[in-house]
């Protein structure tokens, strides 16, 4: 696992879209998974500029989205299905029948994850798995403990994950579970990017880059991926020691 260290948000939101940008001109069809929250947002407004202004395509691109919360309906404004379609997926020209959400209010959620998992493997795999960190560590909502080889399933969310999100729901009450791809599921990807940006990132990234690979440390895991990059800024980056490649 590769760090490297840009000296603000913008320049990491710029690279990480300069990355995913030209996976898609080599491969148009490269199938892509894709992160929600507040760190990719700068990611997103620079592809879409690139859509806009350079004519970079979508339209043959596959999508998966690493998480959504459990019973959400894919019209609730707090749902990762509305937070993509107004960040990214509508503003691009991406194809409806390519792009994959897990649907929080599937009645049978163990059947969604199953269907999950089995378009991924028909879609051939994920290419590029964008990422960003919970001040726990967590990826997508693989919590501190997740098993390191566990598929898209049902998670229970951390009490800390469920603070830092509260304020999108009504009275402060986040949902009590989710949809994640798993942690195998992620690592499968042929590269990782994981993107972190600000010093409430800094503690989780050191212990991520420097401490033991643990499942207790979620984002460790990566450190094993043969071909996984952390794009940090510099507060993200200030608790780390010696030794990281600038
Ligand atoms: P954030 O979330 O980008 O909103 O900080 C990251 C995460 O919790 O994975």
Redesign the pocket.
Do not use: W
């Given at each position: 696992m590769r760090a490297r260290v840009f000296p603000d948000y913008e320049a990491i939101s710029t690279a990480a879209a300069y990355v995913v940008a030209g996976r898609l001109e080599e491969e148009p069809s490269s199938v892509l998974m894709l992160?929600t929250?507040?760190?990719?947002l700068g990611m997103y407004r620079r592809l879409v500029e690139m859509h806009r202004s350079e004519g970079l395509s979508f339209a043959n691109a596959t999508f998966f989205n690493l998480d959504e919360y459990l019973g959400l309906a894919p019209d609730h404004r707090a749902s990762y299905h509305v937070y993509m379609k107004e960040h990214f997926y509508g503003l691009i020209d991406a194809d409806p029948a390519r792009v994959f959400v897990p649907d929080g209010a599937a009645p049978d959620p163990e059947a969604e994850c199953e269907r999950y998992e089995a378009a991924i493997r028909e879609a051939g795999g994920i290419d590029v798995c964008v990422?960003?960190?919970?001040?726990n560590g967590?990826?997508?909502f693989n919590e501190p403990g997740a098993p390191f080889d566990s598929r898209t399933r049902v998670v229970a969310l951390s009490e800390s994950?469920r603070k830092?999100n509260a304020a999108d729901f009504e009275a402060d009450r986040a949902p009590e579970r989710a949809i994640t791809a798993g942690m195998a599921t992620i690592f499968d990807s042929k590269s990782v990017l994981l993107l972190a940006s600000g010093t409430n990132?800094a503690g989780a990234v050191a212990a991520a880059v420097e401490d033991e690979v643990s499942e207790s440390m979620p984002a460790s895991m990566l450190r094993n991926h043969q071909s996984a990059v952390l794009f940090l800024d510099e507060a993200a980056a200030s608790d780390l020691g010696h030794g990281v490649a600038g």
């Amino acid at each position: 696992m590769r760090a490297r260290v840009f000296p603000d948000y913008e320049a990491i939101s710029t690279a990480a879209a300069y990355v995913v940008a030209g996976r898609l001109e080599e491969e148009p069809s490269s199938v892509l998974m894709l992160p929600t929250g507040i760190t990719p947002l700068g990611m997103y407004r620079r592809l879409v500029e690139m859509h806009r202004s350079e004519g970079l395509s979508f339209a043959n691109a596959t999508f998966f989205n690493l998480d959504e919360y459990l019973g959400l309906a894919p019209d609730h404004r707090a749902s990762y299905h509305v937070y993509m379609k107004e960040h990214f997926y509508g503003l691009i020209d991406a194809d409806p029948a390519r792009v994959f959400v897990p649907d929080g209010a599937a009645p049978d959620p163990e059947a969604e994850c199953e269907r999950y998992e089995a378009a991924i493997r028909e879609a051939g795999g994920i290419d590029v798995c964008v990422l960003g960190i919970g001040r726990n560590g967590h990826i997508g909502f693989n919590e501190p403990g997740a098993p390191f080889d566990s598929r898209t399933r049902v998670v229970a969310l951390s009490e800390s994950t469920r603070k830092v999100n509260a304020a999108d729901f009504e009275a402060d009450r986040a949902p009590e579970r989710a949809i994640t791809a798993g942690m195998a599921t992620i690592f499968d990807s042929k590269s990782v990017l994981l993107l972190a940006s600000g010093t409430n990132k800094a503690g989780a990234v050191a212990a991520a880059v420097e401490d033991e690979v643990s499942e207790s440390m979620p984002a460790s895991m990566l450190r094993n991926h043969q071909s996984a990059v952390l794009f940090l800024d510099e507060a993200a980056a200030s608790d780390l020691g010696h030794g990281v490649a600038g």
